[in-house]
């Protein structure tokens, strides 16, 4: 598949897919229904299709700043040991397609994860000779300071929050996630904690955006009077900015993510941002258009 790209002033910004799916909305949605999506006729055929299964990536960004090439989430990774089936032991040829893209992994600088849940870090390591160690050898990874002390418990029951316990021990994992993908980045010396606000380049920054999980951020760029946000999951579908009160199963807490949801679409809508939605299929990035109550993501952007 082509790689979607956007220029934003002197910024380029690549997406790299590692996986399409086809969800029913009672796989990652409170309360959503399949009448509701059906409802929405502007998902079809990009986000959605007519029998109301919702189009959804995972995928990664990278972010081209300054002589920077930052990689923005890191996908589940090939080779790690799952609940979720269509996770486990993964064999996909995202490095290859990365490389291919005109980025071999040794020539990324800086790693970003939004949040540290588990389709967001998988690439962070590689299996080799039987040990799990970093990807990107040349990179500083940098994990939010709230986000890596909320993550570094170690039980259910201390990072669930809102969360339903089986799916936080069947999607979220921290103990395993933690063990593959994130404790070997901080043995080798490679991680640096950030705050939420913090600035990566002279033309990206994080974005404070909470809810999801108690550190979760935004990746905005602004350059040559361009603007654009990666979401992370503060949305994980389009139908959320017609429908902002539609939360995921997978959020820490429901009514902060909510209202940060809220906030974000009022902040950016009806202007010249370019919205990326990091789970967004293609065309996966457009402008937020006011739409009766909620907003529409155009295809242009």
Same mark, same amino acid.
């Given at each position: 598949?082509?790689?979607?790209?956007?220029?934003?002033?002197?910024?380029?910004?690549?997406?790299?897919?590692?996986?399409?799916?086809?969800?029913?909305?009672?796989?990652?949605?409170?309360?959503?229904?399949?009448?509701?999506?059906?409802?929405?006729?502007?998902?079809?055929?990009?986000?959605?299709?007519?029998?109301?299964?919702?189009?959804?990536?995972?995928?990664?960004?990278?972010?081209?700043?300054?002589?920077?090439?930052?990689?923005?989430?890191?996908?589940?990774?090939?080779? @790690? @040991?799952?609940?979720?089936?269509?996770?486990?032991?993964?064999?996909?040829?995202?490095?290859?397609?990365?490389?291919?893209?005109?980025?071999?992994?040794?020539?990324?600088?800086?790693?970003?994860?939004?949040?540290?849940?588990?389709?967001?870090?998988?690439?962070?390591?590689?299996?080799?000779?039987?040990?799990?160690?970093?990807?990107?050898?040349?990179?500083?990874?940098?994990?939010?300071?709230?986000?890596?002390?909320?993550?570094?418990?170690?039980?259910?029951?201390?990072?669930?929050?809102?969360?339903?316990?089986?799916?936080?021990?069947?999607?979220?994992?921290?103990?395993?996630?933690?063990?593959?993908?994130?404790?070997?980045?901080?043995?080798?010396?490679?991680?640096?904690?950030?705050?939420?606000?913090?600035?990566?380049?002279?033309?990206?920054?994080?974005?404070?955006?909470?809810?999801?999980?108690?550190?979760?951020?935004?990746?905005?760029?602004?350059?040559?009077?361009?603007?654009?946000?990666?979401?992370?999951?503060?949305?994980?579908?389009?139908?959320?900015?017609?429908?902002?009160?539609?939360?995921?199963?997978?959020?820490?807490?429901?009514?902060?993510?909510?209202?940060?949801? @809220?906030?974000?679409?009022?902040?950016?809508?009806?202007?010249?941002?370019?919205?990326?939605?990091?789970?967004?299929?293609?065309?996966?990035?457009?402008?937020?258009?006011?739409?009766?109550?909620?907003?529409?993501?155009?295809?242009?952007?």
């Amino acid at each position: 598949m082509a790689n979607l790209t956007w220029e934003i002033g002197a910024v380029r910004i690549t997406c790299i897919v590692e996986q399409e799916a086809l969800r029913q909305p009672q796989f990652g949605y409170r309360n959503l229904t399949t009448e509701m999506i059906q409802g929405q006729d502007w998902l079809r055929p990009h986000f959605a299709t007519e029998a109301g299964e919702l189009r959804s990536n995972i995928q990664a960004f990278v972010v081209e700043s300054q002589g920077r090439r930052i990689v923005v989430d890191t996908c589940v990774g090939n080779d @790690k @040991k799952r609940g979720n089936p269509a996770w486990n032991e993964m064999q996909v040829p995202f490095l290859e397609d990365l490389a291919a893209a005109g980025f071999a992994r040794e020539s990324i600088d800086t790693v970003l994860c939004t949040h540290l849940h588990v389709d967001h870090v998988g690439w962070n390591t590689m299996l080799v000779d039987g040990a799990w160690v970093p990807t990107f050898p040349n990179a500083r990874y940098l994990f939010g300071r709230e986000e890596w002390a909320h993550w570094s418990k170690e039980t259910a029951s201390e990072v669930g929050g809102d969360m339903d316990p089986e799916v936080v021990e069947a999607l979220i994992e921290c103990p395993a996630v933690n063990a593959d993908s994130i404790r070997p980045v901080i043995d080798a010396g490679l991680h640096e904690l950030v705050e939420m606000d913090h600035r990566v380049t002279e033309e990206v920054r994080l974005e404070p955006t909470p809810g999801h999980t108690p550190g979760h951020v935004s990746v905005t760029i602004t350059s040559g009077g361009a603007r654009a946000v990666i979401t992370g999951d503060l949305m994980h579908h389009p139908i959320q900015c017609a429908l902002p009160h539609v939360s995921s199963k997978f959020d820490h807490d429901v009514a902060h993510a909510r209202e940060t949801r @809220k906030a974000f679409l009022e902040r950016y809508g009806d202007s010249d941002v370019t919205v990326i939605g990091t789970h967004f299929a293609a065309p996966t990035g457009g402008r937020l258009v006011k739409a009766g109550e909620g907003w529409h993501l155009s295809g242009e952007g």
